[in-house]
DNA sequence: TAAAGGTTGACACAAGTGTGGTAAGGTTTG
DNA sequence: CAAACCTTACCACACTTGTGTCAACCTTTA
């Protein structure tokens, strides 16, 4: 046997096997498969679970933002885009001073409407 | 004036008002106010309210998603722990092996139940 | 000063999330 | 082989998120 059941793993965990199937279903603990497909915690994922309810306990965050935070690390166009996103500063014409430009922001409206008659 | 209200800052970026205070209230963007507490939208707030939506809508995340990602950013607590569980490893002497371990995870239950009685 | 527009707070509702339970069917084991 | 356990696929339900709308009240402006 080569890792616990479903059921042990729960016990060990303090997670229900349901939630540990929910874990998994968000790609934040995957245990390998036997060949007939029962699930198998390894000491690894047994560890891993047992941290995570503590890292969810002490900061208030929900599986959702570790499932974001996983995105965050492996897709690198994704977090590059929320870095930029941060860190965006207004890009305009450097001539035209805050006061023109909220002007030309403000009578959008209207000359949008006055090109429509 | 030193900036939009929100009904013309809705107009030029595509929120409702309604949205623009849901995502003052989620720390993602932050007007500032008048004297008599106005929100007042500057290049920088309008600008990054547009690509704001664009973000989401490319990357099909939500505002909770950003409001965790500026957490993140924010909180070194959090980043290092939420870094911490990604990278975790088992920790456990050395010299006990898998097969030891796991036979001892399986038979917890068993020695709690026995020491109740 | 009346109209237009801003503020907060509350009600409402659809869609999504977290969690439990159950059913139908395959597997392991005493 | 029967009991105990696993798997997936649903139903259900409370709570959260995203969004609109409305009320009560204050401010700016024509």
Redesign the interface.
Do not use: C, N, S, Y
């Given at each position: 046997?080569a890792?616990?059941t479903i059921n042990?793993a729960a016990?060990?965990t303090g997670w229900s096997p349901r939630m540990l199937r929910y874990v998994e279903s968000a790609g934040l603990i995957e245990p390998q498969r036997s060949p007939k497909g029962y699930r198998l915690y390894?000491?690894?994922e047994?560890?891993?679970l047992r941290?995570?309810r503590v890292?969810l306990e002490?900061?208030g965050?929900g599986l959702?933002?570790?499932g974001?935070?996983?995105r965050?690390?492996r897709?690198t166009?994704?977090r590059d885009?929320?870095e930029a996103?941060?860190e965006?500063?207004?890009?305009?014409p450097a001539d035209i001073p805050?006061s023109a430009?909220?002007r030309w922001?403000?009578e959008?409206?209207q000359r949008l409407l006055a090109a429509l008659t």
């Open positions: 046997m890792g616990l042990e016990e060990t390894g000491p690894e047994l560890q891993r941290t995570l890292l002490d900061h965050i959702g933002d570790v974001f935070a996983l965050l690390r897709d166009e994704l885009a929320v996103w941060f965006a500063e207004v890009t305009r805050d430009w909220l922001e403000q959008k409206h």
